[in-house]
Each structure stands twice: as C-alpha cells, then as structure tokens.
C-alpha cells in the first residue's frame, strides 16, 4: 500500500469517527435537554393541575343556579355550609339571618 | 516529462520531474505458464513463483495476453531524489516492442523468449536507447517500490473491524438517542394535550402565575373571614348579615357597641352604629 494512501485513509478514518462522535455526543446533549424540558413542562403541568382541582363539594342542601344558593340553614347545615366556604374560591357571597339563615356563593369557574 | 532508464551505471543528475524504467538488473521476472485467469489470481500465484532468499515484493502483470510475475527487492535504492520520481516502471513492460535496444556502447537489453535481460555483447540492429525514449508511449503499469506502508493483514482487518465496531456502536446509538427523544417529546405533547395545556414552557409558566395568584387571594380572602368569624360578640349580639363583593366585606351586626377597634386591626373601616346596629364596610 503506498505510505500516502495509507496515511489519507487513516486520516479519513479518524475524520469519520470524530463526525460519528460529534453526532453521538449531540444527540446526547440533545437527549438531556429534552429530559430537562420534558420534565420541567411535566412539573408545571401537574402544578397547575394541582392547582386547578376543584376540592369544594357543594352541599346537598344548596341548589347550583347562576349562584350556589343555600336557604333555610340551621346549625347542622349552616356548619356544613361553612366548611364548603373554607375550601370554595369565593368570587362574592353573602349570609344573612333572620329566623333561618340564607345565603348565595358565587365561586370562580 | 523526462523518461529515464535506470541501470546501475546511472549517473546523470536529474533535477526534474521523471519516470523512472528500470533496467532488467533491478528486479526478477517470470513468465507463469500455469493456467492462469485473471491478474488477481496472477498476483497471488507471483510470491510462490520465486525462490528468493530475502525480503522481495512481488507482483504480477498481463502483457500481450501473457501473464508474467515480477520480484523487487525491498531495499531497492534508486539515485534520483524522491521528489523528482515520477513514477516507478520497468523495461519489461515499457520497453517489451524493442528486441534489442542500445544503452551505450557496452550495454544492451535484449528479449528472449519474451523476456529482456541486459547484456554486454549486442545482437546486431540495436535501436539507441535514447531515440526510443524520446518517442516512447508509456504504458498505464507503474510499481510502488519507494512508498510502501506495510502493515500485516490480521491488524487490517482488526482495526477495521474496530473501526466498524466503534462508528456503528456511535450512530447506533445516537439513532437510539433521537428516537428517545421523539419518543419523550411526544408523550410530553401527549399528556398536555390530556390536560388541555399549551405546549411551551412559557404559556404553562404564565396560566400557572394566574393561578396561583388566584390562590393566594383566596388565602386572604379565607384568613379575612376567619378573622370576622373570630368577633368577640357578647350575650344578646349576633351578625346579621355577612357579604362580600368585589374584595370588600359588610358587615352587619346587631349591638349596641361600636366594633371599630376590632376591626381596624386588620381592615380600612367606614362604619356607621344606628339603632342598635352596627354596619361597616371592610377593605
């Protein structure tokens, strides 16, 4: 084999395995970004499904119209009533007493 | 270019490119008169032709459909700076038309049974050696005797297979890489899909900060109504009515006492006390 061509091949050779090498660390590289990524989309989205989740039961007692309306409330109810408050994202309400108690709720959507 | 004949009794200074003949006193030939098909098989039959002692290279080449196989010696040395050699034949092939060909006045090549050896007793007619060059049509056989890389098969074949072992294991599993990373891509477009959510981090960042400032106002908004369910009420007073709209409490209370300095602690209060009732707004 002539030295020259000997030495072009070997040179072509390494060349090939640098490029086989470059595209291999590149998809690596490539491979841990998306990890990141994937995982921090992942973690937001499970943050805002955490945050999303609705964990107020509105009473049995209070009929749902364009407000939650909750009427004739004694002490067991209006307990209860209290407790969906607590947990409910309120966008306005109010509770008034005279012989019962009643009131209306309106929650964020 | 220049065309020399190389014969040990050279001793011209060449300063020029040249193709370099060399005379039959360089190298051993033969012509293989076994059957022989083709070149390739010639060339693997060339090192058994030969009983030489000593490191040779041996080759073979077809000549007017005759094969003949031809021994250089390894350490062949050739007086003419590398630089300037052309290329390396040999009188056998270029000079094969010639029966007889005069290199000076002691010097001749001459073929036998399609063989040319040098002598130093001419046939008679020999044509001047130099009349032959100046018109000579060189043919497409040169031989590499003076840049040769030898290396031994066995460590071809492994670094080739090396080779191929290394690159195939390196795209492979980058190939493997870029599929994983298809593959987690859409699982992640998958479950954000499920979900109804955007695809960049950006949009998810931002839906994600109105949440959860929606939250912490509703955490104040929780802490304000514990703190109006904390009112130290006394026998006979009771909250009449309780609202709130657009981030702002009322309160009414049935009293007698104005509940300003309760309130205050935590509130902006404008309040009014008529009739045994006690009103005000909380901001």
Not at chain 1, 3 to 12: D, E, F, G, H
Not at chain 1, 34 to 42: D, F, T
Not at chain 2, 99 to 120: G, S
Request: aromatic share 12%; glycine share 0%.
């Amino acid at each position: 084999m002539n030295k020259r061509v000997a030495v072009l091949l070997t040179v072509l050779l390494v060349l090939f395995t640098a490029f086989s090498y470059k595209i291999y660390i590149n998809s690596k590289k490539e491979l841990k970004t998306e990890y990141e990524r994937s995982a921090k989309i992942l973690d937001l989205a499970s943050q805002i499904k955490a945050l999303k989740q609705k964990n107020a039961k509105i009473p049995r007692f209070c009929i749902k119209k364009d407000k939650i309306y909750c009427e004739n409330m004694d002490r067991f109810k209006f307990y209860r009533f209290q407790r969906f408050l607590q947990k409910a994202d309120i966008k306005e309400f109010e509770i008034k007493k005279d012989k019962n108690v009643n009131a209306y709720v309106k929650i964020e959507k | 270019m220049k065309k020399i004949l190389y014969t040990k009794f050279f001793n011209e200074k060449i300063e020029e490119k040249a193709d370099v003949i060399l005379s039959p006193e360089f190298y051993w030939i033969k012509k293989i008169n076994a059957p022989v098909k083709s070149l390739k098989e010639a060339k693997k039959l060339s090192k058994n032709i030969f009983d030489l002692e000593g490191e040779y290279i041996y080759d073979a080449f077809k000549l007017k459909d005759k094969f003949f196989a031809v021994a250089f010696n390894k350490n062949i040395k050739i007086n003419i700076p590398q630089k300037y050699i052309n290329s390396v034949r040999i009188a056998q092939i270029e000079l094969y038309d010639y029966d007889c060909i005069k290199i000076d006045e002691n010097h001749y090549i001459q073929k036998f049974d399609d063989l040319l050896f040098c002598f130093p007793t001419p046939k008679q007619n020999c044509r001047d050696l130099n009349e032959i060059l100046k018109n000579l049509k060189l043919s497409n056989k040169t031989f590499n005797l003076l840049n040769r890389f030898e290396i031994d098969k066995s460590i071809i074949i492994l670094a080739a297979v090396i080779f191929i072992f290394v690159n195939f294991s390196l795209l492979l599993n980058a190939y493997l890489n870029k599929k994983e990373i298809k593959k987690i891509s859409a699982k992640t477009q998958n479950i954000l899909e499920r979900q109804n959510l955007p695809k960049t981090s950006f949009e998810l960042n931002s839906i994600l900060n109105t949440l959860k400032t929606a939250k912490k106002k509703q955490e104040i908004i929780k802490k304000d109504l514990e703190f109006i369910s904390n009112l130290p009420l006394q026998k006979g007073e009771y909250v009449k009515k309780l609202s709130f709209k657009d981030n702002e409490f009322e309160i009414t209370v049935k009293t007698k006492r104005n509940l300003d300095n309760y309130f205050k602690r935590k509130f902006q209060v404008s309040s009014s006390l008529k009739n045994g009732e006690y009103k005000a707004r909380l901001r």
